[in-house]
Nanobody
Framework: QVQLQESGPGLVKPSQTLSLTCTVS??????????WTWIRQPPGKGLEWMGA???????YYSPSLKNRTSISRDTSKNQFTLRLSSVTPEDTAVYYC??????????WGQGTQVTVSS
């Protein structure tokens, strides 16, 4: 059973870059056909898919966030990282990392609250 845990700062200032890391246990991020993704939920709103990195290292991003989003991985640490640049208060949300075989995300982290405020 894959387990995921998000980590990173809970408070980010406007215009800065938000950086969150997802640490994976119980499975390798290079496992064939697996996709590793970031999803967020702003207060009072639905889930928003942000982007993903596959087992082979290919990346995919939401068109609405593509210009500000970068997802990378460290296979030696079995982690993948989200970076979101030029944040505004509208980026305040609970951020989740998730994974699954193909594009069905059956395993989720518990989520981490990120607030953008000066």
């Amino acid at each position: 059973q894959v387990q995921l845990q998000e980590s990173g700062p809970g408070l980010v200032k406007p215009s800065q870059t938000l950086s969150l890391t997802c640490t994976v246990s119980g499975g390798s991020i290079t496992t064939n056909n697996y996709v590793w993704t970031w999803i967020r939920q702003p207060p009072g709103k639905g889930l928003e898919w942000m982007g993903a990195i596959t087992y082979s290292g290919s990346t995919y991003y939401s068109p609405s966030l593509k210009n500000r989003t970068s997802i990378s991985r460290d296979t030696s640490k079995n982690q993948f990282t989200l970076r979101l640049s030029s944040v505004t208060p509208e980026d305040t949300a609970v951020y989740y990392c998730a994974s699954g075989r193909g594009w069905v995300f059956g395993s989720w982290g518990q989520g981490t609250q990120v607030t953008v405020s000066s």
